[in-house]
C-alpha cells in the first residue's frame, strides 16, 4: 500500500485503558459534534468544536447523558432572573411564590396575614398546606437585585419557625412543617453558615435555584401574578 506523508503527526491515544471504555457514544455528543462527524474527509479541522469535544469527554467520564431540559435551564435562567428583577417588585416577588406552590398541586397557598409573634425579627411571607402529603410550607420571600441575601432573612424564618412551635400553630394531624427562603439574589456565606448551623433545618433557595423550579413547573398562568 502506498504511504502519504501529510507533513505532520498529531499523536493520540485512547480515553481509557479498557477497551469497552474507548468508546464515546454518540448520544453523549452535542449536536453539532455529531453533525460534523458525518464529514467523509480523512483530515478535517474541529478547532471551533474544541468546546463540544470536551464536553462530550466529561459526559463520558461522568457517566452523563445529554439532557434538553438542562441545556434549556442554562440558555434561560439568566434572561429570566433578568425578567424578574425589572417586571416585579417585593409583593409580587411574594405573589410569584405562591403561584409557584399552587402549580406544584398546594391544597392552599396564601400570603400570610400579620400573626401574633413572640419575638420582633419572625416573619414568614408565604404558607402553603400540601394536605395529601402532610407537609406545610413557611417561605421568607426577598426580593434582592444587587446585594447578597444576608443572615437577616434566616434568623426572620427561625424565629417564626420558634414562634410557631411555642404557640402550638402546627396541624394536629401530623403535618410537618417545612421553612424556606427564597430569594432573587445569591445567598452571603453568612447566611448559609447561620442556616447550616441552626437546629431546625432551613432551605436556602437563591435566585438560579428558583428559576429551574419555576422552569420545571412551566409558565402556563405565570401571568396571573402581576395582578
Known sequence: DAVYDIGYLWPVKP???????RDIPRALCSGR?????KLRKTIFDISDLETCVD????????????SLLYEAHE???GAFLTVIHDELDANRFENLVKWYLDKCGAYTAVISPAFDKKTSEADVDVVACFEQLKVNIH?????????????????????????IGENNLGEPDGSSNVFWVV????FSQNAIDFAQQSDIPVSLIDGEAFINMLLDVGFRGID???L
Not at 33 to 37: A, G, Y
Not at 55 to 66: E, H, L, R, T, W
Open 15 to 21: 480515553l481509557h485503558e479498557d477497551p469497552a471504555r
Open 33 to 37: 459534534l455529531t453533525t460534523r462527524m
Open 55 to 66: 464536553q462530550a469527554i466529561s459526559n463520558f467520564d461522568g457517566n452523563k447523558k445529554q
Open 75 to 77: 440558555a434561560l435562567k
Open 139 to 163: 417561605v421568607q420571600c426577598k426580593f434582592h437585585k444587587y446585594n447578597y441575601t444576608d443572615e437577616w432573612a434566616v434568623k426572620q424564618i427561625l424565629a417564626y419557625a420558634k414562634d
Open 183 to 186: 430569594s432573587t439574589a445569591k
Open 224 to 226: 396571573d401574578v402581576l
